[in-house]
């Protein structure tokens, strides 16, 4: 135990007792166990239970800014600027944190992958992934075996992993390169990923910042792209 301290960079056996406790009650309960809570008040205190969702959103969301680190975000961002692909990884309840990066750096970036899984292609999306790419993976409890799978497979190939996850002894914190803690709510069904999709927009916006002046002309054309098809409503 004393050399599993050291090497996770604790000082004593204390400090990790004290985080494997409250990894521990962080777990969430099961969906079962969250709709039969749900169910089991009275319509009295349906309301109650609407504001408490709220008020862990928001918790959830503050907390996450409040443990953005700046180091964190630079090496992230040296990482995009110099990736050759960028996959998006986000399963289930994570999938509008990974679409929502991918939607917003498409707009000036031929470089973004998003693994979406379509069709049970998940693995065939990461047929090119090595050296030089990067994979950012959105994760938490509970953890889909396939994201295990392709992070496994990402490292191996020699990809960097960017993981955004809800603790250090996630499989994703464990083999990530660069890691962003988010813990979601478990209020709902599924986990909310308010939080998540927070970071994704953070890193969108970090990666646009990084780009330079290439990122702009390819924002024009995409301005010019919706105008021609008339995407949007002009009301």
Not at 12 to 33: I, K
Not at 48 to 62: C, F, K
Not at 130 to 135: C, L
Not at 211 to 223: F, H
């Amino acid at each position: 135990m004393v050399r599993l301290t050291r090497a996770l960079g604790l000082t004593r056996y204390e400090e990790l007792r004290a985080v494997f406790q409250a990894e521990l009650d962080r777990r969430p309960p099961s969906f079962l166990a969250r709709a039969r809570e749900l169910r089991a008040q009275s319509k009295s205190k349906w309301t109650n239970a609407v504001h408490h969702a709220i008020d862990a959103e928001l918790a959830s969301v503050h907390e996450c800014v409040n443990h953005l680190s700046d180091e964190a975000l630079e090496q992230i961002a040296s990482l995009f600027v110099k990736a050759r692909r960028i996959y998006v990884i986000g399963f289930r309840g994570m999938y509008p944190a990974a679409f929502t990066f991918h939607y917003a750096s498409s707009m000036f970036s031929e470089r973004v992958v998003l693994v979406d899984g379509a069709g049970g292609t998940h693995i065939d999306a990461l047929r090119a992934i090595g050296t030089g790419d990067v994979a950012l993976v959105f994760t938490c409890r509970p953890y889909p075996r396939a994201v295990a799978t392709l992070l496994k497979f990402s490292k191996d190939r020699g990809a960097k992993l960017v993981c955004v996850t809800d603790g250090p002894f996630s499989p994703a914190a464990r083999c990530a390169d660069v890691l962003l803690t988010v813990h979601p709510t478990t209020s709902s069904l599924p986990s909310s990923s308010s939080a998540n999709v927070l970071v994704s927009r953070v890193l969108a916006s970090l990666f646009l910042a990084a780009s330079g002046r290439t990122s702009v002309e390819a924002i024009r054309n995409t301005d010019e792209h919706i105008a021609a098809f008339k995407i949007y409503r002009d009301d």
